[in-house]
C-alpha cells in the first residue's frame, strides 16, 4: 500500500489503523480500542492497555534469541573509546539499574532527572525508569545550573542520575558542580543523586550522593512492570514564549506505538540494522531516535560522543558509518554545515566505505537547499528533510521512504504523515487556499505519540496550543501546504529561534538580560548565521547612570544569559542602543529589525513611532558584523 491509501486509512478508520499498527509492540494487556475520550483535555490513545517501554526495547529481543545482537554502539572520538553493548549486555544493566532504584523507593510514576552526556548509561538510565513505570526527565548538557533547578523544581524527582562530566572542545564539563549549584537554587530536594564517575572529572562526593558502580554493585535485577498505556513515559522541557519551559509529556503507549510504526515505515529500515541519530539524548530526538525506536525496533543505535568536526577533521561522520555499518543516518543541517564548512569540495566522504548507508535524514530546523545538494553530491545518497518537535515525538511531515518513496522537492520536508490532518489557517482560523502563506495547524486528535498534556500544566497546553484554533493543534510554525499537498515551512509564529538545531526562546534570554541592573529594556532578535542558522542577537537600552560602560554592559549580559540559560544558548552578540523602534502602541520591531540584521528587504512599518530609530539600530548592527556583507 502507498502512502496516500494510507494516510487516508487513518483519517478515515484510525482505529483500524492505530489497531494494526499497535501489534508490532508487545502488550501485556492488549488494549480494547486505541482512541479514548475520558473527558480530558484532548483524546488519549491506548489507554486500557498495559505495556512496558523496556519490555519492548530491550527485553523481547533477548527473548526472541538475539540477546548477541549489539544494541548499541559506543563511539565517543572525544574520549578515544568505542564499545559494543549487547542486547542482553543492555538488559543486565538496565535491570540492576532498575533494581537498584527500586531499592531505593523509586517506583511507578516517580520522576528521576538524567543529567548525562552522549553515553551508553544515559541510555541505561532511560531504559531503567520504563522498566519500572518511574518518569525520566533527561535535561541536556549544556544548561545552566539555573536551567536545571527549574525543571527539578517543577518535575520534583525522587532521585537524579548523573555523570561526573560531559566533554566539549577544549573543555571538560563538570555535571557535579552544575547539580550542587541547581539544588541549591531548587526548592525541591530529590532524596539523592547517582553518579557516574568518568576519568577526565571525578567528582567530589557528598552525603546525598551515591556512586553508580556501588549503585548497581549486587542490586536485585528488577522485572519490566506494565504500566497504563497513558502512564507518562517521560517529560521533556522545552522553550517556548517565556522563561518558563513546558514540560512535555509523553505517554507510554502512543509513544511505542507511533515509533515502531516510523522505523519501517519512514526510515525504511529492517532489525539487525544500524540508525544512527547525531543528536543528543537531551532533545527529542535522542529521545526518539537514539535511545527508544531504534531499540524498540531492534536496531543497533549509535551513540556518539562527540563534534561532526574537530575530532580532529571532517571526517567523523563517514568514519562511524563506516565502523558501525550505518543504514539510516539522522541529523540537523547544521551538523552537515559545520563539516561542508571543513570540507567544500565534499571530498573527504570518498575515502570512506558508505555502501550501508541507503538514506540520510535531516531535521530540527529548515533544511537550506545548498547544504542538502551538497550531501547528495558527496554521498551519492538520498537526502530526506522531515519536520517534527518536542510535542509531537515523531514526524509530522515526512517522505516516508519505507513505505512509499515520493518525488523530494528540494525545501519541502514533503507530506503529513498518517494520522496528522495538517492544514493551513489565517488569522480568524479559516483554511487558506493551497500555495498561501498561514499558520499550521493539526486537526484533532493529533495521533498517538504525541502530547496529551504539559506537565501539571492543563491550562497551560490548553492556551499555548489549543485555543487559538478550536478543534486543532497550534504547531507554532507558519508555512503553506503547496498543489500537490507538499508542506513548506516558512518561519515560527512565535518567539522561537533555532540555533544550531537548538530550539530557544528569546523571550526568555530578554528575561534575563532584563534582569541586569543596568538594563532598563532590551530586545533579543534572531539574525541569519551560515553555520548555526540563526543566533541571538541582544539590543539594550542602559538606565540612565549605569556605572558600566556599554561595553561592559553588553559583556555583563553574555555572561548572564551564559551563566543563566546555559551555552548552548550560543549569546555571544550584544550592544548597547539609545533607543529601541516601536510600534505607536509601544510593541518593539523585533522582526523589522532581524530582516535589517539579515540584509533582507523590509517595509517600513505604517505603525512605527519614529522611523529614525531604525537608523541607528542598523548602526548598531552594523557594528557588531550585521548584515554579514555589508
Ligand atoms: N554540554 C555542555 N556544553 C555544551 C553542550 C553540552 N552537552 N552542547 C553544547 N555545549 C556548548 C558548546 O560547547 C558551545 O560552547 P562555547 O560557547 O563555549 O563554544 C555552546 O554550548 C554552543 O553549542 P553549539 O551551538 O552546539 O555550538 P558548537 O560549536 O559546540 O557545535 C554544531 C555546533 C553545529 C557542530 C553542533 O551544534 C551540532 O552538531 N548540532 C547538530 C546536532 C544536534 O544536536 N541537533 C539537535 C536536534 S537534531
Ligand atoms: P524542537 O521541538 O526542538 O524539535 O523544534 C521544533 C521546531 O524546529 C519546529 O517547530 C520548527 O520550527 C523547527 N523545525 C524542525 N524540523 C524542521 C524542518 N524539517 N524544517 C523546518 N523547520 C523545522
Not at 73 to 80: E, F, H, K, L
Not at 126 to 136: D, T
Not at 224 to 239: E, K, M, N, R, W
Not at 552 to 567: D, H, M, N, S, W
Request: proline share 7%; glycine share 10%.
Amino acid at each position: 500500500m502507498g502512502y496516500r491509501t494510507e494516510w487516508q486509512r487513518a483519517k478515515d478508520d484510525p482505529e483500524g489503523f492505530w489497531m494494526d499498527a499497535a501489534r508490532a509492540v508487545d502488550w501485556d494487556v492488549a488494549p480494547s480500542k486505541a482512541l479514548h475520550d475520558r473527558g480530558g483535555v484532548v483524546p488519549e490513545w491506548f489507554v486500557d492497555g498495559r505495556v512496558n517501554g523496556c519490555w519492548n526495547a530491550v527485553d523481547r529481543h533477548v527473548e526472541a534469541g538475539h540477546g548477541d545482537r549489539v544494541a548499541i554502539a559506543y563511539d565517543s572520538p572525544v574520549t578515544g573509546a568505542v564499545r559494543r553493548i549487547t542486547y542482553a549486555q543492555l538488559q543486565d544493566d538496565v535491570a540492576r539499574l532498575a533494581g537498584a532504584l527500586a531499592g531505593r523507593g523509586v517506583g511507578m510514576g516517580d520522576r528521576v532527572v538524567v543529567y548525562m552526556p552522549m553515553v551508553p548509561e544515559a541510555l541505561v538510565a532511560m531504559l531503567a525508569c520504563a522498566r519500572i513505570g518511574a518518569i525520566h526527565s533527561v535535561v541536556f548538557g549544556g544548561f545552566a545550573a539555573a536551567e536545571l533547578a527549574v525543571r527539578i523544581d517543577d518535575a520534583k524527582p525522587k532521585a537524579i542520575l548523573a555523570a561526573s562530566c560531559g566533554i566539549e572542545p577544549g573543555r571538560v564539563v563538570e555535571y557535579k558542580p552544575l547539580i550542587d549549584g541547581a539544588l541549591a537554587q531548587a526548592d525541591h530536594a530529590p532524596d539523592f543523586t547517582v553518579v557516574l564517575q568518568r576519568e577526565q572529572a571525578v567528582a567530589d562526593m557528598g552525603e546525598r550522593d551515591v556512586d553508580w558502580r556501588d549503585f548497581v554493585a549486587g542490586a536485585e535485577p528488577a522485572a519490566c512492570v506494565p504500566v497504563p498505556g497513558d502512564h507518562p513515559a517521560y517529560i521533556l522541557y522545552t522553550s517556548g514564549t517565556t522563561g518558563a519551559p513546558k514540560g512535555v509529556v509523553r505517554p507510554t503507549a502512543g509513544h511505542l506505538v507511533a515509533l515502531a510504526w516510523s522505523m519501517p515505515n519512514i526510515y525504511g529500515v529492517r532489525p539487525g540494522e544500524t540508525f544512527w541519530a547525531a543528536s543528543d539524548v537531551g532533545w527529542v530526538v535522542g529521545h526518539s531516535y537514539i535511545a527508544y525506536a531504534p531499540l524498540i525496533h531492534g536496531c543497533t543505535t549509535v551513540v556518539y560522543e562527540g563534534k561532526p568536526v574537530g575530532t580532529p577533521d571532517a571526517t567523523a561522520f563517514w568514519r562511524v558509518m563506516q565502523d558501525h555499518a550505518v543504514a539510516a543516518f539522522f541529523t540537523a543541517p547544521t551538523a552537515f554545515r559545520a563539516v561542508k564548512r571543513e570540507d567544500p569540495e565534499g571530498k573527504v566522504a570518498g575515502r570512506f566505505d558508505l555502501s550501508r548507508l541507503r538514506t540520510i535524514f535531516l531535521a530540527g530546523e529548515r533544511a537550506d537547499p545548498d547544504t542538502v545538494a551538497w550531501i547528495e553530491r558527496t554521498t551519492g545518497k538520498p537526502v530526506i528533510d522531515h519536520w517534527w518537535q518536542t510535542e509531537t515525538g515523531w514526524a509530522i511531515a515526512a517522505n516516508p521512504v519505507g513505505l512509499e518513496a515520493l518525488p523530494v522537492k528540494s525545501g519541502s520536508p514533503s507530506v503529513p504523515m498518517p494520522g496528522y490532518d495538517v492544514v493551513v489557517l489565517d488569522e480568524a482560523g479559516h483554511e487558506v487556499p493551497r500555495g498561501t502563506l498561514g499558520a499550521i495547524a493539526v486537526r484533532l486528535p493529533l495521533p498517538p505519540g504525541t502530547l496529551p498534556t504539559l506537565w501539571n500544566a492543563d491550562a497551560r497546553f490548553r492556551k499555548s496550543y489549543l485555543d487559538a484554533f478550536p478543534g486543532h493543534y497550534e504547531t507554532g510554525d507558519a508555512g503553506m501546504l503547496d498543489e500537490d499537498g507538499y508542506l513548506w515551512i516558512m518561519a515560527r509564529t512565535d518567539d522561537v529561534i533555532n540555533v544550531a538545531g537548538h530550539r530557544l526562546s528569546t523571550g526568555q534570554m530578554e528575561e534575563v538580560i532584563a534582569s541586569h541592573p543596568s538594563v532598563a529594556e532590551c530586545a533579543v532578535i534572531g539574525v541569519a548565521d551560515p553555520l548555526k542558522g540563526q543566533l541571538p542577537v541582544g539590543l539594550m537600552i542602559a538606565n540612565a547612570g549605569a556605572a558600566q560602560s556599554p561595553d561592559e554592559i553588553a559583556k555583563e549580559a553574555v555572561a548572564l544569559v551564559r551563566e543563566t540559560i546555559g551555552p548552548v544558548a550560543a549569546f555571544k552578540l550584544a550592544v548597547v542602543v539609545d533607543r529601541l523602534p516601536k510600534t505607536r502602541s509601544g510593541k518593539i520591531l523585533r522582526g523589522t529589525m532581524a530582516a535589517i540584521a539579515d540584509g533582507r528587504d523590509w517595509k517600513m512599518p505604517a505603525t512605527i513611532d519614529d522611523p529614525a530609530i531604525l537608523d541607528e539600530v542598523a548602526d548598531a548592527l552594523r557594528g557588531l558584523g550585521y548584515p554579514a556583507d555589508g
